[in-house]
């Protein structure tokens, strides 16, 4: 009885401790992952309120939004007389205001022809006699400028001209 005792001593007292594995062979602070015949040891997660060696990220803080803009232009048929207006923050304001443009400069059958928001525009025509302008818009200004002069040609066949060409860029308003 004597002898029992002393062992029991011994273990509880961590003399007589053996070296001792986690559970599936794993080191401490893992444990066994996978399935049959597949084994792998993966790191036991932290748990929630533990401290941990880097704070949680902080999502960004927007500073401000962006505006979008619009531009417009405005064609008198009967004069060709053109009108145009960009940077405005509506359709409507970009639309008036390319129409009194063009009534400006002495055109009293002012009608928008071409709208665009938050791009470039181009406005192309023949060199030589009526017809065949063009207009297209792009995300950039050489964009716009290339696209319109490609196709004024394709549709008259011969050289076209840059008229016009604008941008209506975004406006950033800080909070």
């Known amino acids: 009885m004597k002898v029992l005792i002393v062992i029991v ?6 003399l007589f401790a053996i070296g001792v594995k986690a559970e599936g062979n794993c080191p401490p602070g893992y444990y066994p992952i996978g399935g049959q015949g597949v084994q792998g040891c993966a790191p036991i997660p932290a748990q929630r309120g533990a401290a941990t060696s880097s704070p949680a ?5 927007p500073t401000g939004q962006w505006i979008k803009t ?5 064609q008198s048929p009967g004069s060709e007389l053109i009108g145009a ?17 063009c009534k400006a400069e002495g055109a009293n059958d002012c009608r928008v022809s071409f709208t665009y928001m938050n791009q470039c525009m181009a406005f192309a025509a023949p060199r030589a ?24 040609v ?5 050289a076209c001209a840059i008229v016009y060409s604008a941008c209506a860029e ?3 308003k800080r909070f």
């Open 9 to 14: 001593v011994l273990f509880s007292s961590g």
């Open 57 to 61: 990220p902080v999502a960004p803080r």
């Open 70 to 74: 619009w531009g417009a232009l405005a």
């Open 85 to 101: 207006a960009n940077g405005l923050e509506t359709i409507d304001a970009a639309k008036r205001l390319a129409i009194e443009r």
């Open 129 to 152: 006699g009526k017809g065949g302008s063009m207009m297209t818009s792009a995300a950039t200004k050489d964009g716009a400028v290339e696209l319109a002069l490609s196709k004024c």
């Open 154 to 158: 394709a549709q008259v066949g011969g």
């Open 170 to 172: 975004p406006i950033f």
